[in-house]
């Protein structure tokens, strides 16, 4: 398994297990599972509603954890993150993230300081963001000399986020690409990965996951059925050469799954 190294010396796992839309009840038997298959980095958050699952998956383990502070609780991120650990029984996460910046509310930059505290406490060993623009990161980078060490983004073949991937790699920021294979279905059958996954003798679903980890990403697909888990791990000894990545990277349409961090 690959590690990033962080802008505050810390490492993070290139390759992770995403737990949105993961029921609690399920948590701890897929973050065990994907622990055995070999992921060290699990991704959770606040609204996903199944950080307890996902704490019962990971103790007595050396997993990577990462939750995120959602909206409606930027004003109060100290006792949202205290929630956040006791539901996930841990003293401190891994990676402790803004979830958007909620431009609308003009609190990010406020709650950008408090998760700079946090960090100061050890209640967050490392702190980031998701979702947030070069605009976004800019204003709490001015207003505290802080760099976050992660921006989550959606990012996959059809949604590259080139502008923002070019600014962080400028402040030191790892791009971490959240729904990474564009929720699946129609990208995976592109006839331009799938030559490549043909050629390989590989599934699609891999090779989008190794153009994601040439490219230097940390991504995180979901995967919840043990098939899958499996089959997106072993991306990681998959190398893809220049023409695959470059018939990749022509794919770039803007397609977006998620929402806009503007509209959030």
Known sequence: MTDLTLNDGRTIPQLGLGTWKLPDAQAPAVVRRALDTGYRLIDTAAIYRNERGVGEGVQA????????????????????LDESLALLGLDAVDL???????????????????????????????????????????AI?????????????????????????????RHGIVTQSWSPLGQGGDLLRDPAIVRVADRHGRSAAQVVIAWHL?????????????????????????????????AIDALETGERMGEDALAM
């Open 61 to 80: 383990t050396d997993a990577f954890v990462t939750t995120k502070l959602w909206n409606d609780r930027q004003g109060d991120p100290a006792a949202a």
């Open 214 to 246: 040439a490219h230097g990403f940390s991504v995180i697909p979901k995967a919840a059925d043990p098939e899958h888990m499996s089959d997106n791990f072993a991306a990681l000894d998959l190398t893809l050469d220049a023409d695959d990545i470059a």
């Open 96 to 138: 402790y993230l803004i979830h958007w910046p909620a431009p609308g509310q003009g609190q990010y930059v406020d709650a950008w300081k408090a998760l700079v505290d946090l960090r100061a406490a050890g209640k967050a060993r490392s702190i980031g963001v998701s979702n947030f623009l070069p605009q976004h990161l800019d």
């Open 141 to 169: 980078v001015d207003a505290t000399g802080v760099v976050p060490v992660v921006n989550q983004i959606e990012l996959h073949p059809r949604h590259q986020r080139r502008d923002e991937r070019a600014y962080h790699e």
